[in-house]
């Protein structure tokens, strides 16, 4: 049906490859290109001689105009961009140039600042829709999911969703005192920027970590839980009528934050340069360096994730509670594809989401996040190739008390 060029041979990426790989009848071509190409020959190596053709490149998806010679030269329908957020803008650049389909499964963040917002991306709009091209933002797990659970509760249950608190919970153990589950330079800026929240029109800024709850998650158990900004916030804020409140938790175990804490302290999670013999380092990509690579973990971690989205709002003029969430293994995950679950969550969605659009399932041009489609074809695909999902009408809600961890 139609031909993929995936960029990048990371975590996510592999699973994403694998997923194309299974949904053959879809994907009857890859492309894998990424800036290590010896990166894509192994996944070609391990995944070749099925239906799908798969082909491999070397980009550096910094470069416009390789990668416009790139999609020149392979064709795509779709380019899946499985990078780093810092190559989104380049990517869509080069989708706009060759009128090819665009996703990606995080938003655009500047490599010299920890910020990340929709807006530089959200202004290709009127370009995409001129261009009569789709792009597809945010087509993980969360933001990804998160956002199609909030369409179908939106479409199926309620008249008016008013509280989003989404829950993003890794019961998983890999053993190590400090590692993260995917990558590393990413995760530690997300996690030690600033915690945001929305509620009644406006952005409620924490302190990193500020703000604790406790909740007990189906199938993994109880555990502690943080107040993060997460990307997904600020569309679902935009796209979602009559919300009042939106926030975002995820799950850190004590080991994790003490470890971060002491790296902060002494200066490890800077993006600041520093001079290092004689040479301009940034002190995170370093402790990336020296981190154990996420793709390395699927072997060893054991446990659970559970993520998903607790709704409060109205159906018929009456208050009504809805839970969707899924729980997924990380041995089961490593099983079938040789990774763990963090990736198998966002990779499996990245498929699904172009699938959604060389289907023409989804079929409008411009620039959208995953909110603003039918959610129905993709929550039947969720249930198809990996990420059943579990509904519970009577949910305990996270509690409303003003628990902080700093006074
Ligand atoms: P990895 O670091 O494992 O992989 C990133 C890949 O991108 C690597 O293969 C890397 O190449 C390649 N790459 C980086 N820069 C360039 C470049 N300039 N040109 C070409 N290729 C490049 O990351 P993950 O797989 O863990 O994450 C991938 C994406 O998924 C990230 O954007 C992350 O934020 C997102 N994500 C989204 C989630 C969600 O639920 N929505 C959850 C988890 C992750 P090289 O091998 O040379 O370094």
Redesign the pocket.
């Given at each position: 049906m139609g031909k993929a060029l995936i960029?990048?041979?990371?975590?996510?990426?592999s699973v994403a490859v694998h997923k194309c790989v299974q949904n053959s009848e879809v994907f009857e071509e890859i492309c894998i290109a990424?800036?290590?190409k010896s990166?894509c020959d192994e996944l070609k190596a391990k995944l070749d001689g099925g239906k799908t053709k798969i082909t491999t490149a070397q980009?550096?998806?910094?470069n416009v105009e390789e990668l416009i010679a790139l999609i020149n030269e392979v064709k795509p329908d779709i380019v899946m961009n499985?990078?780093?957020?810092y190559?989104d803008l380049t990517i869509m650049d080069a989708c706009l140039a060759t009128k090819t389909h665009y996703m990606d499964?995080?938003n655009y963040e500047p490599e010299d600042t920890a910020k990340f917002e929709y807006k530089w991306q959200w202004e290709y709009k009127e370009r995409f829709e001129k261009a009569g091209i789709t792009a597809l933002l945010?087509s993980?797990?969360?933001?990804?999911v998160t956002g199609v659970f909030s369409a179908y509760a939106l479409k199926h249950y309620f008249d008016e969703i008013e509280y989003i608190d989404i829950l993003d919970c890794n019961g998983g153990d890999h053993g190590y005192p400090f590692a993260t589950n995917?990558?590393p330079e990413?995760n530690i800026r997300e996690v030690s920027a600033n915690g945001r929240y929305w509620e009644n029109g406006e952005w409620i800024e924490t302190e990193p970590m500020e703000i604790k709850r406790v909740y007990n998650f189906a199938e993994v158990g109880e555990k502690d839980m943080y107040l993060l900004y997460h990307e997904e916030l600020e569309s679902l804020a935009k796209n979602m009528p009559g919300l009042k409140r939106i926030r975002f938790f995820m799950t850190f175990g004590q080991s994790y934050l003490t470890h971060l804490k002491a790296l902060e302290n002494v200066g490890m999670t800077s993006i600041e340069p520093i001079e290092f013999e004689g040479k301009q380092i940034i002190p995170l990509q370093f402790l990336k360096a020296v981190l154990p690579d996420?793709?390395t973990l699927g072997p060893r971690t054991v446990g659970k994730t559970n993520i998903g989205c607790i709704f409060r709002g109205k159906k018929d003029g009456k208050e009504k509670t809805y839970y969707v969430y899924n729980v997924c293994d990380h041995q089961e995950c490593y099983k079938e594809v040789g990774s763990q679950a963090?990736?198998y969550?966002?990779g499996v969605p990245a498929m699904i989401g172009a699938a959604m659009i060389l289907t023409g399932k989804w079929n409008k041009a411009g620039v959208y996040n995953i909110e603003e489609f039918d959610p129905d074809p993709f929550m039947e695909e969720l249930n198809k190739w990996g990420l059943p999902w579990v509904e519970d009408f009577n949910p305990v809600l996270v509690n409303d008390e003003p628990v902080k961890t700093k006074d």
């Open positions: 960029i990048g041979a990371g975590g996510v990426a990424s800036r290590t990166k980009v550096d998806a910094d499985l990078a780093l957020p190559q499964t995080a945010g993980g797990f969360d933001p990804g995917f990558n990413i996420p793709a963090v990736s969550t966002t």
